[in-house]
């Protein structure tokens, strides 16, 4: 199996829920349940092959607070090179609806402040060596993002495939973020963004047609994923042929970090060598589970064999 590693943000959420209706402006109402728990697109991910058991490399940053103190813990060996930040570390207060949806209030905290060289200070690049690179959070890492082309540098130079999932723009996609990101594709191996982001970044209201014209802006034999939550993942192979699955039906409990679990599934399948309809049933196979569980399950430790799961 190639090495894998996620680089990105990694902070605290806090979910409650769920809220129907919203309340009004100064009153108070009673949920059904709170969770404390690791957060982010990186750490969600995380989170997914550490349950799955597999072998992964995670760089981020801490807040030198208490919470900042639980995420490092959290992840054990894993975490013990990441800087600490002075500021606190970054928090997000998930609110979830009844349908599974949810609104969040997120503070910047420590994010913006992870840079290069903390990155490139806990990551192993020779034992990284053909593996895959998941970047992600794109939009809340300032100081890294600032560096990307550096980053993409050191990344060629090792022989690791770069994976891009930039999630949602804080400012929308204005031009410059669809820049931004046009550039950021130009040099990744794989592109595994949602429905309404590649859609909204090219335009195009269909998301074949959104995925064809994201790898159009990408490396020959480059890997394009849509990830289309309910209705699965349609995904674009190296030599162009479309490949489409469909996700299991499950009672949703809470949708926070899907897509992030669904990267590691996917990510996890194409390591070992998968096929790209196997890797895309593996990711929303393994997404499905957590969405769908409480306290939030993945199935377990597995190894991936032609997609299915071999406890």
């Known amino acids: 199996m190639r090495p894998l590693a996620v680089i990105g943000n990694v902070n605290v959420d806090l979910i409650l829920g769920p809220a129907e209706p919203w309340p009004k402006a100064g009153t108070e109402i009673i949920v059904d349940h709170d969770e ?15 349950a799955l058991g597999v072998d992964f490399q995670i760089a981020a940053n801490v807040g030198s607070d208490e919470f900042g103190r639980w995420l490092r813990q959290s992840f054990d060996a894993h975490a013990e090179t990441w800087p600490e930040r002075p500021e606190g570390t970054t928090l997000s207060v998930g609110i979830t609806h009844p349908d599974g ?69 804080l400012d929308g996609w204005t031009e410059a973020n669809k820049q931004a990101t046009r550039g950021w594709l130009a040099r990744s191996t794989c592109s595994i963004m949602n429905e309404v982001e590649s859609t909204t970044l090219t335009g195009l209201s269909d998301p074949v047609d959104a995925a064809h014209a994201l790898k159009r802006h990408m490396p020959e034999g480059a890997i394009v994923v849509v990830k289309r939550g309910p209705d699965g993942a349609i995904g674009i192979d190296a030599d162009g042929t479309l490949v489409s699955v469909a996700a299991p039906k499950v009672t949703v409990v809470d949708t926070i970090g899907a897509g992030d679990v669904f ?27 957590a969405i769908s569980t409480l306290p939030r399950n993945y199935g377990g430790p597995l190894s991936l064999k032609n997609g299915e799961a071999v406890r």
């Open 101 to 169: 949806e949810r609104t969040f209030f997120t503070t910047r905290g420590h994010l913006p402040r992870l840079s290069l060289t903390d990155v490139l200070t806990v990551l192993d690049g020779e034992r990284l060596a053909g593996g895959y690179a998941l970047l992600c959070g794109c939009f809340l890492t300032d100081d890294f993002t600032a560096d990307y082309s550096a980053f993409f540098d050191w990344a060629d130079s090792n022989g690791i495939a770069v994976a891009l999932d930039t999630g949602w723009p």
């Open 263 to 289: 990267n590691a599934g996917f990510l996890a399948a194409l390591a070992a060598g998968e096929p790209l309809s196997l890797c895309l049933e593996a990711g929303t196979r393994i997404a499905s589970q």
């Open 36 to 50: 404390l728990r690791v957060g982010g697109a990186a750490g969600n991910s995380a989170l997914a092959w550490q």
